[in-house]
């Protein structure tokens, strides 16, 4: 055996007559009289292939322990199939049993679960159809981006996991630290973290942007794909301790072009997935959202609506809704608010920009009214922001004085700042969460269910 054997998605091409072995997971076997049946997964397609075997075909010892959850390898015969929505099933003449699993204690059974109860077996979720459709697409999205920024001549940075400084400026980090917490040395002023292993506090990066800015200042174009963490302790469906997050960088880029990228890179994932997984949305569409295909569809049909964050609170306030989080200049926009523009004002994906310096990030470009930052939110029908981005402060004195009014270490940014001194260029990026986007594309409805092990308050398993 080696890696390239023929996987099953393969299988389905095959022409009849074709001798061939099948390997995977048994999900169900049923018998009738002269003839068993079991349904054989891999994880490579939606469609199980069908498996007959035909009696005294098998010993009955092996034929005892093809049972669900077992991993097999059948040998046969690729034959034309009687069933109304399979045109091959597979002959079986031979069956290797690599791993036999006990039919009353396999916890996947063929009557389902609620997706809470898969999220304590999470080992074995991903051999339902369900969560094998959610990481095939997310697999498949993943993909995307970055066909997507190496075909532009993007560089992938590989920005650090472990950070002394707070990306978002915002708290809500988790420490990393080797000291002995039942005996932190103390001085003076608090805990010596010259005993620690780094020599200072650090925390566990919540964004890789600002060290991509360094990088979109040598390099022009560059992103990161990679794990963040934020230590909200936040149980609600949309939010997690540790997720994915996509950040492209441009040099010589102001908020215009940053948000013509967004839209273009919205589409082309999208598209890509619609080309690619369209048995997966098809499931998705039929058992978890009615609306998925037609929504995914629009986005990339649409022209993206660009209004400023003045507009959209104008356009809120005159709507005569009732919204559950009050509406006026000044307020952060909730996903209510963001709904009702996308969905029902505007009818399409919406970018919102220039918002009140006030609620958004210490690093964004500040605009000549001195009351609003070059920022930039992407709402899509259905889910609200996607995509959030800025043109960056790229003038050392006012990004100074931005650290300084936030109230942030300027020792910690002293590197942010030494970017401002000497060489320095207009420039912006965006953050694309690779979780937000497959709940999007599939219509999940909680965050836990689209990542492999969902790291939340009080849950850290697997």
Not at 140 to 161: C, D, M, N
Not at 170 to 175: I, S, V
Not at 193 to 206: H, I, R
Not at 409 to 425: M, Q, V
């Amino acid at each position: 055996m080696d890696y390239r054997r023929t996987y099953l998605r393969d299988l389905f091409n095959a022409p009849p007559g074709t001798q061939t072995s099948a390997f995977g997971w048994v999900k169900t076997r049923r018998d009738s009289k002269g003839v068993h049946f079991a349904q054989l997964a891999d994880g490579s397609t939606f469609v199980d292939l069908q498996v007959v075997i035909e009696s005294g075909a098998l010993p009955e010892d092996v034929l005892r322990q093809i049972t669900t959850g077992a991993c097999v390898r059948f040998d046969g015969t690729i034959v034309e199939s009687p069933a109304a929505r399979q045109a091959v099933e597979l002959k079986a003449t031979v069956c290797e049993v690599f791993g036999p699993a006990d039919p009353a204690e396999y916890p996947m059974q063929k009557k389902g679960a609620s997706f809470e109860f898969l999220r304590e077996i999470a080992h074995f979720r991903t051999r339902g159809n369900t969560f094998g459709g959610v990481f095939r697409i997310r697999n498949a999205l993943s993909y995307a981006i970055h066909k997507f920024f190496q075909e532009r001549g993007f560089i992938w940075v590989h920005t650090p996991i472990i950070t002394a400084s707070d990306a978002e400026g915002a708290g809500a980090m988790f420490g990393v630290t080797t000291l002995d917490l039942m005996n932190v040395p103390h001085s003076e002023s608090g805990i010596d973290y010259s005993f620690d292993f780094f020599g200072k506090p650090t925390f566990l990066t919540v964004s890789g942007q600002l060290e991509a800015e360094i990088f979109a200042l040598s390099f022009t174009n560059c992103y990161t794909f990679g794990p963040t963490f934020r230590a909200e302790n936040s149980n609600t469906p949309r939010h997690l301790a540790e997720f994915w997050m996509i950040e492209p960088e441009m040099a010589f880029c102001d908020i215009v072009g940053n948000m013509n990228l967004a839209e273009e890179c919205l589409k082309y994932v999208i598209q890509y997935v619609l080309d690619n997984c369209k048995v997966d949305l098809e499931f998705f569409n039929q058992r978890i959202e009615p609306t998925v295909l037609e929504t995914l569809d629009h986005v990339v049909a649409s022209g993206f609506e660009r209004i400023t964050y003045t507009d959209a609170i104008k356009y809120l306030d005159e709507s005569g809704e009732t919204f559950e989080f009050p509406v006026f200049w000044g307020a952060d926009l909730q996903s209510e608010h963001e709904r009702y523009l996308t969905d029902r004002k505007i009818g399409r994906p919406v970018i919102v920009t220039d918002y009140p310096k006030e609620i958004k990030a210490f690093y964004m470009r500040l605009n000549d009214d001195e009351k609003t930052v070059r920022a930039m939110d992407v709402l899509a029908p259905r889910i609200g922001e996607i995509i959030g981005g800025s043109q960056r402060e790229e003038r050392y004195d006012v990004l100074l004085q931005k650290i300084r009014d936030s109230h942030l270490s300027e020792d910690a940014y002293w590197w942010y700042l030494d970017l401002r001194k000497h060489g320095s260029a207009p420039h912006a990026g965006f953050g694309l969460g690779l979780e937000r986007l497959v709940m999007y594309v599939t219509g999940m409805k909680n965050i836990r269910d689209v990542i492999p092990f969902h790291r939340t308050p009080g849950s850290a398993d697997f």
